[in-house]
């Protein structure tokens, strides 16, 4: 579909605005604003137009449909008063963007850093973000994700109940605030990515079903009716949702959309969405000269997700790895409840670095059936993988990060990090892992209807169950579990938090300048386990540079044999090393190619030899 005329209300200059909406159901639209109604044009299928003079951007409007219902606009660009206020006109040609020289940057260079605007800084704004940037580049990151945007009830939530698509969260600084930041970013070399949920609208501020069939009763989901992606109408609906990533690339110069639960996304036509999506917006992309990476979360374990339309797929850039997290996980942890009984052994880490899917076809105990299929020949930068994100930490009963966990020592923490950054796929990092942040990430909300709030209450104790983690479910609606999450910066700068960011700034610089580590090539890896030791060997190689990682995940001291070799290994890192807050590290230096060696690796501990010497 091509997507050409724009939807909503858009600026003509001169004091004249266009509207255009969808709305099928009604008759009559009229725009009301300033105390005046304009009378919409309706064409056949259910589109509504109208010029109108004398608006200037800034302006507030609202829909009147068939002479009744005074509703928000669905293509709202900003709610300067929240899901159930009035719309307001915006013009986005107006900001002065300075990143023109801005190329963009490959998946393959990406090191994520996953952010919550309302509690990353107490101020919870776009723009106190910006003073943040520098240190995150010096951490070594080269894109920050952005969790929802689109405007939600109140002003405390996830963004995961968005109702108005296309405008942008008031509380955190509006459309203006959010250009500033991505272009702030784009200032340092870092790409900007957003999070966004075509899966599913929230439930409160919800005007949708008022004016089209955006719903269908064919599919459900977790949360209720599905979007109408494949049934009568579906070509308005899938426009409506087409314009809106266009518009983060056109408006907002993003770099990439992180797309929230596909497998909810119920679609069964010949040519789905996601494959549809994925050919506007590259195409877009191709235009303008800049890459736009797609990147998917789903818990299907489906190669089709990321192989290319020829081959059967939807062609998206990139996909969550799921099953890393949870093999990782278990291994640090030993949790065993819900979804983590299908994760038991050190093998399951090793097939996941070897080719992201732990469940390429076996059965699943937790599902009670087969699941997923073989990802490969992907590439490794196809797949993004973390021990921690906003689902794993928010979604436990009390929002406890990895390091809150009792059985996860400081130093599992530090292997933790190795694991995933020395790994051959797109790390992504969760806010304030990367000091060992003291405050929890919990889940919170705003809602305005008592009965909405005490069902969310009751949805979240009961999503626990299965898990059985101890303590009391925050209140998701009280403002002091909002607070809580808070990122409290000021902790890395000194002591255990301040080790732990250099730690993690030093394994990314290694993986920037080491060739092998910098390629993400799973045809150049090799990986063994052992099962009794709880220790894995992680050899990588790219032409003449070679890395050998050892890690070992049990509470004592593991013996590691490494292969003869043709040239000497030098270690590049030991994570007992004192500099690390480790009890001294008894590795030698380097390891000459004169027959097979013996290490001894400390509890919870990971050392990294290379075929050069450090820099």
């Not at 919870?124 to 939600?152: C, N, R, S």
């Not at 797929?313 to 949870?326: E, I, K, M, R």
């Amino acid at each position: 579909m091509q997507v050409h005329e724009r939807l909503g209300a858009i600026s003509l200059g001169e004091g004249r605005c266009h509207f255009c909406v969808w709305a099928p159901l009604a008759q009559r639209v009229d725009v009301v604003l300033d105390g005046r109604d304009a009378p919409m044009e309706r064409d056949d299928r259910g589109y509504h137009r109208a010029t109108v003079a004398g608006v200037a951007p800034g302006a507030q409007y609202k829909f009147r449909l068939d002479g009744d219902k005074e509703r928000p606009d669905p293509v709202s660009r900003y709610q300067p008063e929240g899901v159930h206020g009035p719309s307001a006109v915006t013009d986005p040609d107006a900001f002065r963007w300075s990143d023109a020289a801005w190329v963009g940057m490959p998946v393959e260079r990406f090191v994520i850093y996953e952010m919550h605007i309302g509690t990353f800084t107490e101020e919870g704004t776009f723009d106190a973000v910006i003073p943040h940037l520098d240190t995150l580049k010096e951490l070594g990151i080269t894109a920050i994700e952005i969790m929802p945007v689109a405007q939600y009830p109140g002003d405390r939530g996830w963004g995961y109940d968005g109702v108005q698509l296309y405008a942008v969260q008031n509380s955190y600084g509006g459309p203006e605030g959010l250009m500033r930041l991505v272009d702030a970013c784009h200032a340092r070399g870092i790409a900007a990515i957003l999070d966004v949920v075509y899966n599913h609208f929230g439930p409160e501020g919800n005007y949708l079903w008022d004016y089209a069939p955006y719903f269908t009763e064919r599919y459900t989901t977790p949360w209720g009716a599905a979007v109408n992606f494949d049934g009568p109408h579906s070509d308005e609906v899938r426009r409506f949702f087409l314009g809106n990533a266009l518009q983060w690339l056109d408006d907002f110069h993003f770099d990439g959309l992180r797309l929230d639960a596909i497998d909810a996304i119920k679609d069964y036509s010949a040519y789905p969405f996601l494959s549809e999506l994925t050919d506007v917006t590259h195409a877009r992309a191709k235009e303008i000269g800049r890459p736009f990476t797609l990147i998917a979360e789903s818990d299907l374990n489906d190669a089709k997700v990321i192989r290319p339309p020829e081959q059967g797929g939807y062609g998206l850039d990139a996909q969550w790895s799921d099953d890393f997290h949870h093999a990782l996980h278990v291994l640090l942890t030993g949790e065993r409840r819900g979804y983590y009984a299908d994760f038991a052994q050190i093998d399951d880490l090793a097939q996941a670095y070897r080719e992201s899917f732990v469940y390429a076809g076996k059965f699943s105990t937790h599902r009670q059936r087969r699941h997923g299929n073989c990802a490969l020949p992907a590439e490794g930068w196809r797949f993004v993988v973390c021990s921690q994100n906003h689902d794993q930490v928010g979604n436990r009963a009390t929002g406890d990060r990895l390091g809150h966990i009792p059985t996860v020592s400081y130093d599992a923490a530090k292997l933790a990090a190795a694991a995933v950054l020395l790994s051959p796929f797109v790390p992504l990092l969760f806010m304030g892992e990367e000091y060992g942040e003291t405050q929890p990430f919990q889940y919170f909300t705003s809602h305005g209807d008592p009965a909405l709030i005490e069902a969310v209450r009751e949805g979240r104790r009961a999503e626990f169950a299965s898990f059985r983690w101890e303590g009391n479910v925050p209140d998701p609606d009280d403002p002091v579990t909002f607070q809580r999450s808070k990122l409290t910066h000021r902790e890395r700068e000194d002591g255990p938090h301040g080790t732990l960011w250099r730690f993690y700034r030093e394994l990314l610089r290694l993986r920037r300048t080491r060739p092998a580590l910098a390629a993400l090539d799973l045809a150049s890896l090799d990986v063994h386990a052992d099962e009794g030791s709880k220790t894995l060997t992680v050899r990588r190689w790219a032409g003449d540079d070679q890395t050998l990682a050892l890690f070992n995940f049990s509470d004592a001291g593991q013996a590691v044999t490494v292969m003869p070799s043709e040239t000497p290994w030098h270690r590049l890192l030991d994570s007992a090393d004192t500099q690390w807050r480790g009890p001294g590290s008894a590795i030698p230096g380097i390891l000459p190619p004169d027959g097979s060696k013996t290490l001894t690796l400390p509890p919870w501990s990971v050392a990294l030899f290379g075929t050069e010497a450090p820099t």
